[in-house]
Structures are given as C-alpha cells and as structure tokens.
T-cell receptor, first 112, second 114 residues
Framework: NAGVTQTPKFQVLKTGQSMTLQCAQD?????MSWYRQDPGMGLRLIHY???????DQGEVPNGYNVSRSTTEDFPLRLLSAAPSQTSVYFC???????????FGQGTRLTVV | AQSVSQHNHHVILSEAASLELGCNYS??????LFWYVQYPGQHLQLLLK??????LVKGIKGFEAEFIKSKFSFNLRKPSVQWSDTAEYFC????????????FGAGTRLAVHP
C-alpha cells in the first residue's frame, strides 16, 4: 500500500522562484489537506479539499495555491517563494466522517 | 475558534519512568481527539484516537489516553517508557461530523535516556 505519497522529499529554492509540491493518495479518500510544520508551532493547515474541484483556505494560506482536478492528486503551488516559507510540508488524506488522517513522508523546503 | 494546548514542550525521562503529556482543547461543539507521534526524520503516525464510547482509549505501543469532557482534556499516558519512545507527540482535534480539518497542538518533544 502506497498510502499518501509526496514528492520531492527535499527542495532548495531561491527567493522568487516557483515550484509545485506533489501529493497523491491511493485510498480513494475525499478529504485532502496540506500542513506546514514549524518548530514550536505544531502543524498548521494551509489549504484543504473536500473533493475533486472543491478547495478552501486553512489557517495560513497566503503565498500558496492549490487545485484538485482528481480525487487522487492535490498539488501545492508556491508562486513566488519567500524565506518565510522555509518549512516541512505534509500532505494528509482521510475519508468522510469520523476517520483518522494519513500523512505523507513530508517535503523539507528551504528558501534562500 | 478551535485551539489545542499542549502543556509541556520538552520532556526528558529515564527508561522505565512513567509518562503523562497534557492536552487541552478549546471548542464549543463535539470533537474527535487524536494523538500522533513523529519519530525523528519520519512522518506523523496515529497513536490513538477517541470518537465516542469509553473515555479511556488504548493505542499502539502501550500508550493510552483519557478523555475528560468536563476538563476539555485528552492526556496521553504510558506506564513505562522506552528509549524507542523518543519522538515528538502531537495532540489534535477535529469537529465531529465535519470535514476532517485537524487542529494540532504545538507538540511535545520527548527524550528518553537509557
């Protein structure tokens, strides 16, 4: 079982560059989300999706875009990277109702 | 707004010591509660969860947690820790019946010395 797959695992960007973090799940989950993890702050929700074609903002959406064209994929786009976006990013998926979330392995992003 | 507070940011224990990590949440409605663990360099894994029923929940690796509704608490316990329990522990909540928007606490970093 692949579960939730994130790519890349590591990335270094220069300020102003753009990139897309990929996330795919093979569990037919309707709900997918992106979090960023920063020391002492836990995980904070960036964007989430409750199904293909439906996305919404989380707690810290500025500087990030998402789209959900299929159930399986939920990419996160950084349009113009800033040093404040240096973080570890986790993608998660879950089914409807009272279920647990499954997390990907994370992407460690450094913006210089 | 929902929030989760974890009382201890860093805990250092010797092997065989008992562990209790505090977690309190703030939310006006009914919630589901979770504890996740993150071992060094790895992703988050579910330790245990509470949806309904018996407020004492048992999870993997000998962990348990007790939901006390009147105190809005969901503390994590383990009677005897091992070196392999060294990790960061996150408490999380989401609104029951709603979309699975997890709200996390800041985390507690546990170091267990042999």
């Amino acid at each position: 079982n692949a579960g939730v797959t994130q790519t890349p695992k590591f990335q270094v960007l220069k300020t102003g560059q753009s990139m897309t973090l990929q996330c795919a799940q093979d569990m037919n989950h309707e709900y997918m989300s992106w979090y960023r993890q920063d020391p002492g702050m836990g995980l904070r929700l960036i964007h989430y999706s409750v199904g293909a074609g439906i996305t919404d903002q989380g707690e810290v959406p500025n500087g990030y875009n998402v789209s959900r064209s299929t159930t399986e994929d939920f990419p996160l786009r950084l349009l113009s990277a800033a040093p404040s976006q240096t973080s570890v990013y986790f993608c998660a998926s879950s089914g409807q109702g009272n279920t647990e979330a499954f997390f990907g392995q994370g992407t460690r992003l450094t913006v210089v | 707004a929902q929030s989760v507070s974890q009382h201890n940011h860093h805990v250092i224990l010797s092997e065989a010591a008992s562990l209790e990590l505090g977690c309190n949440y703030s939310y006006g409605g009914t919630v589901n509660l979770f504890w996740y663990v993150q071992y060094p360099g790895q992703h988050l894994q579910l330790l245990l969860k509470y949806f309904s029923g018996d407020p004492l929940v048992k999870g993997i690796k000998g962990f348990e947690a007790e939901f006390i509704k009147s105190k809005f608490s969901f503390n994590l316990r383990k009677p005897s820790v091992q070196w392999s329990d060294t990790a960061e522990y996150f408490c999380a909540v989401n609104a029951k019946g709603g979309y699975n928007k997890l709200i996390f606490g800041a985390g507690t970093r546990l170091a267990v010395h042999p």
